[in-house]
Nanobody, 124 residues
């Protein structure tokens, strides 16, 4: 049974930085793709970034490219999302997700495992 637990959300001013973490347990994740999605009120869940656990290859949504960085710590089985130069439109609940294989899907339904989400709020 895969379990994903996010932490680190909170309130930050526009232009500031915040980091969220996702602790994964229950599997050997070397063949998984880990991703961050976000969902703002009244909007669909959208892809933010993904990382291959085995190769560390990464992909980013255009809206966060150059501002956000996804990384992972194998020893801690933890995935991080460092968010810099934050904007009010980054305000959302951020979810960690996992899927088997090497394909970096941007479609939420293609991820089998999800965390409970952590709120990130950026004030203007």
């Amino acid at each position: 049974q895969v379990a994903l637990v996010e932490s680190g959300g909170g309130l930050v001013q526009a232009g500031g930085s915040l980091s969220v973490s996702c602790a994964a347990s229950g599997r050997t994740f070397s063949t998984y793709v880990m991703a961050w999605f976000r969902q703002a009120p009244g909007k669909d869940r959208e892809f933010v970034a993904s990382i291959s656990w085995g190769t560390s290859s990464t992909y980013y949504a255009d809206s966060v490219k150059g501002r956000f960085t996804i990384s992972r710590d194998n020893a801690e089985n933890t995935v991080y999302l460092q968010m810099n130069s934050m904007k009010p439109e980054d305000t959302a609940v951020y979810y960690c997700a996992a899927r088997t294989g090497s394909y970096h899907s941007k479609i939420p339904n293609e991820y089998a495992y999800w965390g409970q989400g952590t709120q990130v709020t950026v004030s203007s």
